[in-house]
């Protein structure tokens, strides 16, 4: 094994310093051709020494060890030992847990070389072993505790201050993609000095030490006598939950706790606080959910009466500023619309607020969020485009949407239009354009610097919802963009960037494979038959007839499955469908 520099002295004590050594090894490679009798003597000593040794190397096991001639017999037998755990090419499950640990200690350590060399060879290994992760993450009705953890530290690595460490951590949360809050329990993943707190439910025995050391000190760091009092009041309900449980369980939280913890918490075993009763102030108007309104009809009934007293009273800015409020509610129900498919009984919520309230943006953006929703993306384009027409300085606040319109149409002289009318603009649906557009183009570069732009743009609320309470469920769809940018960076590497030349038949023999693994899936049919019906545009008249049979059944078993995309498959499936009867 490598160390820092050619030390003899150090390897007469490796095991003990097995955990100091990582945080210099950067340095080794250079030093190598400096000092070659020493690598030589010391590449002997660790030879004749590997009985020894090897059960230390796994924690270290991701560190790369630099091309020498004298260390190739050291570097040979790590390869061996980090890799005991295959199976032919395929790396066992067991093993593969036993490498996250390794990696999720190195990305834990203090050094920030170490940590940006573990998070290196982690993104390596989890992207090498996607179906392991597959199956640990899906295979089971609960997802494995390692992969809990590494979750919680990577979130946790997101507020690193070197900026291509919060990078690769974004990188590695990619690799795992996007999980089920459900599946995976709780996470917490928040610093408190050195303690991290991380669990996987309310029934883990570190529940009950973690969550009272986080009350100990916000109690010490509070900064009023009514704050002192909450956490008070919460540590004292916390013991005496626990003490409930039995005296057995209750003693061993003493082993857990230092000095400083104990002397906040024994005060509190025995302490009287109770909370005050508290009055809620009478309100002019209704409160959905309270105890006379219960449900939404009763609520909207008396909500009602009110604004219909306004009108009669004259009060009419007063309705309007009233008004906004309910409207804005009332919409809020398209999410639950959405899940039983009535999307179509939005539209006139949207027109009514767009009328009354022409200068705010809420209205119109969520009419266009639901024409994205329904697949209406042709729509979508004339009204965003006739409403920057009457206001352009609206283009900056809407562009965002014709931009995803444009691409989800591959229309893709209507993005580059578009994206270069906001060259500033740091949005999901602009930097997905930005990113398209670049590969299309072959322009590594810009596609390299578009995918970092919109990693960074997840990093402050990643960072947000680790700081207060570290909630996965809080910044998923932030961790489901970081697993779509990895897929796309997948796509164009492997089909793009890969090769000089990447041929249509390359893309549609993988869109094929696709299709073959999930017949059923609707997006998977009409990209192949967009591909099939892009080529057969652009081929000789031969060989064009032998793709038309293609483009009509892709189109028809999209159609087949669903109908988010009816408007753009239906009328190509009946134009190929009489084109080919002209050839015929």
Same mark, same amino acid.
């Given at each position: 094994?490598?160390?820092?520099?050619?030390?003899?002295?150090?390897?007469?004590?490796?095991?003990?310093?097995?955990?100091?050594?990582?945080?210099?090894?950067?340095?080794?490679?250079?030093?190598?051709?400096?000092?070659?009798?020493?690598?030589?003597?010391?590449?002997?000593?660790?030879?004749?020494?590997?009985?020894?040794?090897?059960?230390?190397?796994?924690?270290?096991?991701?560190?790369?060890?630099?091309?020498?001639?004298?260390?190739?017999?050291?570097?040979?037998?790590?390869?061996?030992?980090?890799?005991?755990?295959?199976?032919?090419?395929?790396?066992?499950?067991?093993?593969?847990?036993?490498?996250?640990?390794?990696?999720?200690?190195?990305?834990?350590?203090?050094?920030?070389?170490?940590?940006?060399?573990?998070?290196?060879?982690?993104?390596?290994?989890?992207?090498?072993?996607?179906?392991?992760?597959?199956?640990?993450?899906?295979?089971?009705?609960?997802? &494995?505790?390692? !992969?809990?953890? /590494?979750?919680? =530290?990577? *979130?946790? #690595? %997101?507020?690193?201050? &070197?900026?291509? !460490?919060?990078? /690769?951590?974004? =990188?590695? *949360?990619? #690799? %795992?993609?996007?999980? &089920?809050?459900?599946?995976?329990?709780?996470?917490?993943?928040?610093?408190?000095?050195?303690?991290?707190?991380?669990?996987?439910?309310?029934?883990?025995?570190?529940?009950?030490?973690?969550?009272?050391?986080?009350?100990?000190?916000?109690?010490?760091?509070?900064?009023?006598?009514?704050?002192?009092?909450?956490?008070?009041?919460?540590?004292?309900?916390?013991?005496?939950?626990?003490?409930?449980?039995?005296?057995?369980?209750?003693?061993?939280?003493?082993?857990?706790?230092?000095?400083?913890?104990?002397?906040?918490?024994?005060?509190?075993?025995?302490?009287?606080?109770?909370?005050?009763?508290?009055?809620?102030?009478?309100?002019?108007?209704?409160?959905?959910?309270?105890?006379?309104?219960?449900?939404?009809?009763?609520?909207?009934?008396?909500?009602?009466?009110?604004?219909?007293?306004?009108?009669?009273?004259?009060?009419?800015?007063?309705?309007?500023?009233?008004?906004?409020?309910?409207?804005?509610?009332?919409?809020?129900?398209?999410?639950?619309?959405?899940?039983?498919?009535?999307?179509?009984?939005?539209?006139?919520?949207?027109?009514?607020?767009?009328?009354?309230?022409?200068?705010?943006?809420?209205?119109?953006?969520?009419?266009?969020?639901?024409?994205?929703?329904?697949?209406?993306?042709?729509?979508?384009?004339?009204?965003?485009?006739?409403?920057?027409?009457?206001?352009?300085?609206?283009?900056?606040?809407?562009?965002?949407?014709?931009?995803?319109?444009?691409?989800?149409?591959?229309?893709?002289?209507?993005?580059?239009?578009?994206?270069?009318?906001?060259?500033?603009?740091?949005?999901?649906?602009?930097?997905?354009?930005?990113?398209?557009?670049?590969?299309?183009?072959?322009?590594?570069?810009?596609?390299?610097?578009?995918?970092?732009?919109?990693?960074?743009?997840?990093?402050?609320?990643?960072?947000?919802?680790?700081?207060?309470?570290?909630?996965?469920?809080?910044?998923?769809?932030?961790?489901?963009?970081?697993?779509?940018?990895?897929?796309?960076?997948?796509?164009?590497?492997?089909?793009?960037?890969?090769?000089?030349?990447?041929?249509?038949?390359?893309?549609?023999?993988?869109?094929?494979?696709?299709?073959?693994?999930?017949?059923?899936?609707?997006?998977?049919?009409?990209?192949?038959?967009?591909?099939?019906?892009?080529?057969?545009?652009?081929?000789?008249?031969?060989?064009?007839?032998?793709?038309?049979?293609?483009?009509?059944?892709?189109?028809?078993?999209?159609?087949?499955?669903?109908?988010?995309?009816?408007?753009?498959?239906?009328?190509?499936?009946?134009?190929?469908?009489?084109?080919?009867?002209?050839?015929?």
């Amino acid at each position: 094994m490598v160390v820092a520099t050619p030390n003899l002295a150090m390897t007469q004590t490796f095991p003990s310093q097995v955990s100091t050594f990582p945080s210099q090894v950067s340095a080794f490679p250079s030093q190598v051709s400096t000092f070659p009798s020493q690598v030589s003597t010391f590449s002997k000593s660790q030879n004749e020494r590997w009985n020894e040794i090897k059960d230390y190397v796994g924690d270290i096991g991701w560190l790369t060890i630099p091309d020498h001639p004298d260390l190739a017999d050291v570097k040979t037998k790590l390869h061996l030992h980090v890799n005991a755990g295959r199976v032919g090419d395929t790396m066992t499950e067991e093993w593969f847990k036993e490498c996250l640990k390794s990696h999720i200690a190195g990305v834990t350590a203090e050094s920030s070389e170490v940590r940006s060399h573990s998070l290196t060879s982690l993104q390596l290994l989890l992207h090498n072993n996607q179906k392991i992760i597959n199956l640990m993450v899906l295979g089971r009705e609960t997802v &494995d505790k390692v !992969i809990t953890e /590494l979750i919680s =530290t990577l *979130l946790c #690595e %997101v507020r690193d201050p &070197d900026p291509d !460490i919060r990078i /690769l951590a974004c =990188t590695c *949360l990619g #690799e %795992v993609g996007a999980i &089920d809050g459900g599946l995976l329990g709780s996470v917490i993943s928040t610093e408190t000095s050195q303690h991290k707190v991380y669990m996987e439910g309310i029934e883990d025995e570190k529940f009950g030490p973690d969550l009272l050391i986080v009350l100990s000190k916000g109690y010490r760091n509070s900064a009023d006598q009514l704050t002192e009092d909450k956490f008070a009041f919460a540590i004292q309900e916390v013991l005496s939950a626990y003490r409930q449980c039995g005296d057995q369980l209750f003693k061993k939280f003493g082993e857990k706790f230092d000095e400083s913890v104990m002397e906040i918490l024994e005060p509190h075993i025995n302490s009287r606080y109770i909370l005050n009763p508290h009055n809620e102030p009478s309100r002019a108007s209704p409160v959905f959910r309270s105890e006379k309104i219960t449900t939404f009809e009763e609520w909207l009934s008396s909500w009602t009466s009110i604004l219909l007293q306004l009108v009669v009273e004259g009060e009419s800015d007063k309705l309007s500023s009233l008004l906004i409020g309910p409207l804005k509610i009332i919409t809020s129900t398209q999410t639950a619309l959405e899940t039983e498919g009535r999307l179509q009984e939005t539209p006139p919520m949207y027109e009514q607020g767009i009328t009354q309230f022409p200068d705010d943006n809420f209205f119109i953006q969520g009419k266009l969020k639901q024409l994205l929703h329904t697949g209406l993306h042709t729509t979508l384009l004339g009204v965003v485009n006739d409403r920057i027409k009457e206001n352009s300085t609206l283009t900056r606040d809407l562009n965002e949407f014709r931009v995803q319109a444009a691409w989800s149409l591959a229309r893709w002289d209507l993005v580059e239009e578009y994206i270069s009318s906001t060259p500033q603009d740091t949005s999901w649906a602009v930097g997905v354009g930005r990113q398209l557009h670049s590969a299309r183009l072959r322009d590594k570069e810009a596609f390299d610097s578009a995918i970092r732009a919109l990693r960074n743009e997840q990093l402050i609320p990643l960072s947000v919802a680790v700081m207060e309470g570290g909630c996965y469920e809080r910044c998923y769809d932030n961790v489901l963009n970081l697993h779509m940018l990895r897929d796309i960076e997948e796509w164009a590497n492997s089909l793009i960037f890969n090769q000089s030349s990447c041929s249509d038949a390359d893309i549609i023999n993988k869109s094929r494979e696709v299709t073959d693994l999930d017949p059923s899936w609707e997006e998977a049919q009409f990209n192949c038959a967009n591909y099939y019906y892009k080529w057969s545009k652009a081929v000789n008249p031969g060989f064009k007839q032998t793709m038309m049979p293609h483009v009509i059944k892709h189109y028809g078993e999209s159609l087949k499955y669903g109908s988010n995309n009816i408007f753009q498959s239906l009328p190509r499936l009946l134009t190929t469908w009489f084109d080919l009867e002209g050839l015929n």
